[in-house]
């Protein structure tokens, strides 16, 4: 199993970004639990926004409004769009399949 993630960048506060994260591999994506966490310079690696395999999504405190989760199980991907960004959110960004399986991160920087 691999999960490719994609659509980080450089943006100015206020902007909006969308990641992506493609799973491929004998696995049943519709079934699975899916996150993307976040992890910032100096600080621990943390659940930003999770969804199920039925689209319960969750969300941390400091995202909701403004980020949203989705999936596409016909192509096996997820999604975060990520709206109004604030220099807060500058982390690199991974996601997740369950308990045991991580994207390789892709970096999200907010300029003030």
């Known amino acids: 199993v691999q999960l490719q993630a994609s659509g980080g960048g450089l943006v100015q506060a206020g902007e909006s970004l969308r990641l992506s994260c493609t799973v491929s591999?004998?696995?049943?994506?519709?079934?699975?639990?899916m996150g993307w966490y976040r992890q910032a310079p100096g600080k621990q690696r943390e659940l930003v926004a999770g969804?199920?395999?039925?689209?319960?999504?969750t969300y941390t405190d400091s995202v909701k409004g403004r980020f949203t989760i989705s999936r596409d199980n016909a192509k096996g991907t997820v999604y975060l769009r990520m709206n109004n960004l604030e220099p807060e959110d500058t982390a690199v960004y991974y996601c997740?399949?369950?308990?045991?399986?991580w994207g390789q991160g892709t970096l999200v920087t907010v300029s003030s």
């Open positions: 997740r399949l369950g308990l045991h399986y």
């Open positions: 591999g004998r696995i049943i994506f519709s079934t699975k639990y």
């Open positions: 969804i199920t395999g039925a689209g319960v999504t």
